[in-house]
């Protein structure tokens, strides 16, 4: 893998594009100019033409999907059928089990849900999870949050607006008392203490990916809950069931952007707690990061943006370098966490 398309030059593409043009060679895509200056190629197209996708994509080894989950599947069809190497950041569920029936037969990897939760917190738990010979609870917890925040929500959307209503609208998938099941996004709310800090987290859809699936009858609990400042989940139950905006996604989207635009100075906490035996004794491990914005080659780029673009870039280098395997579909908690740590962009999670 060497010539690689990064679709979806927002804030995260473009950052996936910096990071993987180190070493490979990059060409971007998307139907606008990019807001910045890029050290490699964009292409102007739209990825609604299939024939103009089939012909971009026919020139490349691999592709890189940085686009919201609704837009991922054309570029997936299009990777699939011309055999070329596939990730994405989706947490959506059906997009990733429309990609998975196609890896059944792909000539090359398919690897959605290479971002942060799914993805990175996929790792990060297994990691911890081998440490035992017998399992109990894993519970996983990703924020992605404003250092300082104002108003009641106490959030900015640094992250696609669509991703997180999807994440807020759909059933999550949970194992509980040993069973999987489905439980509703914006439940399961519970006070966590970080640093001396009051959090709360509540159950949003996505963020465990296949995990559920491969854990299932290991564990008495597996879950994933998304981090906020207290009060969050209320206030978003209220907009979106109350006032009945969940059939409204366009407007509820265009709603909280305006009123929450992007800040600078945001925080990334990743936090996973593994229970279960070693040997005879009932243990617990855990890992916490928190993870501020950071200066790459000489340009401020927001936690949101270098931690999601990192874990992408962190995967590609391992599928070129022959680490991971190179055909069907690649679930995240399959990677191991030491040798992503041990790649050029793994490094930034040390």
Excluded at 267 to 296: D, M, N, Q, S
Aim: net charge negative; proline share 5%; hydrophobic share 45%.
């Amino acid at each position: 893998m060497n010539k690689i398309l990064v679709v979806g030059m927002g804030k995260v593409g473009s950052l996936v594009g910096i990071l993987l043009n180190k070493r490979f060679t990059v060409t971007g895509f998307d139907k606008l100019p990019p807001a910045y200056d890029l050290p490699f190629e964009v292409i102007q197209g739209d990825v609604s033409d299939d024939a103009t996708l089939l012909q971009t994509l026919a020139d490349f080894d691999g592709v890189v999907s940085c686009l919201p989950y609704n837009l991922n599947l054309p570029i997936a069809k299009t990777a699939w059928q011309l055999g070329l190497h596939y990730f994405d950041l989706t947490e959506d569920v059906p997009t990733t089990t429309a990609i998975r029936q196609m890896a059944e037969t792909a000539k090359a990897v398919m690897a959605p849900q290479c971002g942060l939760a799914p993805g990175l917190i996929g790792i990060v738990g297994a990691n911890l999870a081998k440490r035992f010979t017998k399992l109990r609870d894993i519970e996983l917890r990703v924020g992605a949050l404003p250092r300082y925040p104002n108003g009641l929500l106490g959030y900015s959307f640094t992250w696609s607006p669509a991703g997180v209503i999807n994440e807020y609208l759909n059933d999550c998938e949970v194992i509980a008392n040993g069973h999987r099941k489905m439980v509703p996004a914006l439940d399961g709310i519970e006070v966590i203490n970080i640093e001396g800090q009051e959090f709360e987290a509540f159950s949003t859809s996505g963020g465990l990916g296949t995990m559920c699936e491969t854990y299932a009858g290991q564990v008495d609990t597996l879950n994933y809950k998304t981090i906020r400042y207290p009060g969050h989940a209320k206030l978003m139950r209220f907009l979106l069931y109350e006032l009945i905006l969940k059939d409204k996604r366009v407007l509820v989207e265009q709603i909280l952007t305006e009123a929450k635009p992007p800040v600078q100075a945001d925080v990334v906490y990743v936090y996973a707690v593994v229970e279960g035996w070693k040997g005879t004794l009932l243990e617990r491990e855990e890992f916490f990061r928190a993870y501020h914005p950071r200066e790459i080659d000489g340009q401020a780029w927001r936690a949101i943006s270098w931690t999601t673009a990192g874990s992408v870039a962190a995967v590609v280098e391992l599928v070129a370098d022959g680490l991971l395997p190179q055909q069907g579909f690649l679930k995240q908690e399959d990677i191991p966490f030491d040798r992503l740590l041990g790649t050029e962009n793994g490094a930034f999670f040390r």
